[in-house]
């Protein structure tokens, strides 16, 4: 082994890693990893791809010469045993003799939260350079997979906006704006919808490649409580994860805040709020890997932070001045610095790889037993089908291909068959449970009961980290069956599935294609974009073929849009008919010009909300509070969409945000639309405008904009009703142009949302007069019923469309995408 030649990061950067008010930028990280691979015999670089803004996304292989010399081989040892078909125990001792533990860690996923990136170089170096037997046995026993970025955009927003504001009064700060173009903050809630292109390549690249044992994000919280938070986690975990995985997860985490109490690093908490429920935030909990996290407390991204001790305050059940037996040493208070944050998270990557290193064969033998528990399961049904018939086949493509992204084995009968009793045609997809991967399959397609952890109902709630619904069949409007009992089908593996073509049936003179598919909105605007007429059916339309919905969007067969149909019957899956009659029952609809609001704060719903709509071809401007203050919003746009923002914060701005200290911005940052542009709004409405307003932005709409509606809810305390993100029921009116194309039946993510009583104006959608819960956890459900979720309000010459719900929830609530879609074209009926 030789450390010749291998630069030191001060020697790449010129100064030290973590000194005060200094960041290396995403381009000198990769460069310092590339020199390092140049001369390391340790180190292998590999760049995989291109982030959403087109920067080199990275990750290194360590691992000693002799391992790096056969990777492919030891790679197929960790493919075998954790996919054990078959597996005989003559051969699986022969792999488990011969595997290496392999580990992941990746780094600042936040960008704010700096100290991962930074922290890379050194271990990285650290790696490359040192000879003790500390290093060696790591070298030699685990394969270690080091992403040291897996945001680099948000690296390179972070550092441009710490540098921009370095030496003035408003160092220090973090962005205003998004660090991750389409996701900010929410970057981390991807690991089953895989919308993002840092997502994807994480996991087609290196978790699918090599399904760690091990895998630790690195990332930093708020500066008054501990100084660390690693795992245990806290209840609940999610029932589909392997209990060795759970009992990993706190060996693992347990090892590291030894490690740090024994080098007397102070303030390391464990189990403490973060819980393993959501698998949004964790792939590998369902994939054979455990999932670390470290937390360490932030300071002013680079510029050092000093702490009184009386500012470090108890938060949701943990003082961080008592010594307890998850937090043995507590830190006094005094100064934090960067290189502080390095110091702990290089001690607990070390001790990381130190564990995966002399434990390996618990960790090898783990992914043998787990994988063997999967491909034969004591319980639990026996597969899922998606039937052929969808009304909504596009989503029902995108649902199989989750699965298959998540290595998941998705099969199609090739002749009809039964399972529990209910007859299934050819070409329905079977997912079976028996299999590596199952219980991600698994996961993701049954409701979610979650568990209420109070002792009794006169407690507060114990609040989830995250949300406690993921049911894909809900969230996407796919038709999905459970089979318990085992059943005879003849199956195919389908290894990418495609929406089936649709086709141009007939030539015209007009044709009709269906409301309900979220494809035939991409339909729209592309024929839109191409200057055709669309016009929508007001009633039901009747045709040779059968019946289409009310809504039903129609074009005339002017030249070219034929050839425009076919095409996109083909890429969309879409059947457009010929069409005869006159039209008189319809509405004619204009390329719509939307505005969406964009606050001085990162608002990660708002770059979801941007997203979809450029993934369906919407065109939009974002206006920032300045934009809307300065008025003339009727030239400008048609429809105003608010994304989920308080009424404070849209009113406001910073200012009405607990989340950031607003006298620490420029004034141009601290504002909000403020009374000047509410009267700007009001005189869009005026001027014949619609407003859409989106979950909690909802109160913006009944209380500055007058929208003729109560909010019941408000003012209800937690005991009361609590609802943490879960998908309810609601009865749809789909004879109204925000309902057009809904079954009568639907669930939204209920998340901070609020409900209605309609005044003046009509309920689009309605909850019914029971439990609305179909998926999740629900508290006081009686002040749901018979109350709108979303509604139509007049106001002046316009309307507000509110609703309680925010439509695009991540990119993953799919089913409830054409309220938002449908309020847009209403707005231009
Ligand atoms: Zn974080």
Redesign the pocket.
């Known amino acids: 082994m030789s450390s010749k030649g291998v630069p030191s990061p001060i020697e790449h950067l010129g100064y030290h890693v973590g000194t005060d008010r200094k960041l290396a930028d995403w381009p000198e990280i990769v460069e310092y990893f590339k020199k390092v691979a140049a001369v390391s015999p340790r180190v292998l670089v590999e760049e995989v791809g291109k982030t959403t803004e087109g920067n080199p996304f990275i990750y290194a292989t360590v691992s000693s010469p002799e391992n790096l010399g056969r990777l492919e081989e030891l790679r197929q040892v960790q493919m075998r045993l954790s996919k054990p078909v078959g597996l005989g125990d003559a051969e699986a001792a022969e792999l488990l003799e011969k595997g290496k533990t392999v580990v992941m860690i990746s780094c600042s996923?936040?960008s704010t939260?700096v100290g991962g990136s930074q922290m890379s170089m050194e271990l990285l170096h650290r790696l490359a350079t040192e000879d003790g037997p500390d290093v060696r046995e790591i070298l030699d026993n685990v394969i270690f997979l080091f992403v040291p970025s897996l945001n680099p955009d948000g690296n390179r927003m972070v550092v441009d906006w710490y540098n921009r504001y370095l030496g003035t009064e408003y160092e220090g700060t973090s962005p205003p704006y998004v660090y991750h173009k389409y996701a900010g903050?929410d970057n981390?809630r991807d690991w089953y919808m895989f919308t993002l292109k840092e997502t994807l390549l994480t996991v087609e690249h290196i978790h699918n490649r090599w399904h760690p044992q091990i895998v630790y994000d690195i990332?930093?919280?708020g500066s008054k409580g501990p100084r660390l938070y690693v795992p245990p986690f806290t209840d609940p975990y999610e029932p589909n994860v392997d209990p060795v995985l759970t009992s990993g997860v706190n060996l693992m985490g347990i090892s590291m805040a030894d490690a740090l109490a024994r080098e007397g690093k102070r303030g390391v908490a464990t189990n403490w709020v973060f819980d393993a429920w959501t698998p949004a935030r964790a792939y590998q909990h369902y994939h054979g890997g455990i999932r670390i996290l470290s937390?360490a407390a932030s300071v002013k991204i680079a510029t050092p932070i000093e702490i009184k001790p009386e500012e470090l305050k108890p938060d949701r059940g943990f003082n961080p001045k008592e010594a307890r037996w998850n937090h043995p040493l507590p830190w006094k208070g005094g100064r934090w610095t960067l290189r502080d944050i390095i110091d702990y998270e290089l001690t607990v990557a070390w001790t990381c790889l130190q564990t995966a290193a002399k434990f390996r064969n618990r960790w090898l033998r783990g992914t043998l037993d787990m994988g063997r528990r999967a491909v034969n399961p004591s319980g639990g049904p026996y597969a899922f089908v998606v039937p052929s018939k969808q009304r909504d086949p596009g989503a029902a493509a995108e649902l199989l291909r989750v699965m298959r992204v998540g290595d998941v084995d998705v099969h199609v009968a090739v002749k009809p068959f039964t399972a529990d009793g209910v007859e299934y045609p050819a070409g329905s997809h079977v997912i079976l449970y028996a299999q590596p991967y199952g219980c991600f399959a698994k996961a993701l397609l049954e409701k979610q009961v979650y568990p209420d952890l109070r002792d009794s109902p006169d407690q507060p709630p114990v609040v989830p980290y995250d949300v406690t619904a993921h049911t894909l069949s809900l969230q996407m409007g796919v038709d999905v069956a459970q089979a318990n009992a085992a059943f005879e089908a003849e199956l195919e593996t389908v290894d990418a599935p495609t929406v089936p073509p649709g086709k141009v049936h007939g030539g015209g003179p007009f044709y009709a294609w269906s409301p309900v598919p979220n494809y035939s909105f991409k339909a729209v605007n592309r024929l839109l974009d191409e200057g055709h007429a669309v016009s929508r059916s007001l009633d039901e339309l009747e045709l040779d073929e059968g019946i289409l919905k009310a809504g039903a969007f129609i074009v005339e067969a002017k030249k070219g849009v034929g050839k425009l149909l076919e095409g996109m019957a083909a890429e969309l899956g879409l059947d457009f008919y010929s069409f005869e009659r006159p039209l008189t029952d319809a509405f004619e609809l204009r390329k719509p010009r939307v505005g969406v609001y964009r606050a001085w704060l990162p608002n990660a719903d708002e770059s979801w909300l941007r997203m979809v709509l450029e993934e369906y071809g919407f065109q939009y401007v974002n206006l920032y509070p300045e934009d809307v203050r300065a008025g003339g919003l009727a030239e400008k746009v048609d429809v105003l969409v608010f994304p989920d923002l308080t009424r404070d914060i849209v009113v406001n701005g910073m200012k009405g945000y607990r989340g950031m200290d607003a006298k620490a911005y420029e004034l141009k940052y601290q504002r909000g639309v403020e009374e000047q542009g509410n009267k700007e709004v009001l005189r869009f409405l005026d001027a014949g405008g619609t407003v859409i307003t989106l979950n909690r932005a909802c109160e913006y709409a009944v209380k500055d904009l007058y929208a003729g509606a109560e909010l019941p809810l408000a003012g209800l305390g937690e005991k009361e009703f609590y609802c943490p993100g879960s998908l309810l029921r609601v009865l749809v009116d789909d004879s109204h142009p925000v309902g057009y194309g809904y079954s009568r039946e639907e669930a939204v993510m209920f998340q901070d949302s609020p409900a209605f009583n309609v005044k003046d104006g009509i309920a689009v959608a309605l909850y019914p007069e029971t439990d609305p819960t179909v998926s999740g956890w629900l508290l006081g459900e009686k002040h749901l019923r018979g109350r709108a979720a979303v509604a139509e309000i007049p106001a002046g010459n316009g309307t507000i469309i509110l609703i309680g719900c925010s439509p695009h929830f991540r990119n993953q609530n799919r089913a409830t995408f054409k309220l938002l879609f449908n309020s847009i074209y209403y707005g231009v009926a």
């Open positions: 996923i936040h939260e903050h981390n990332h930093q919280m937390e």
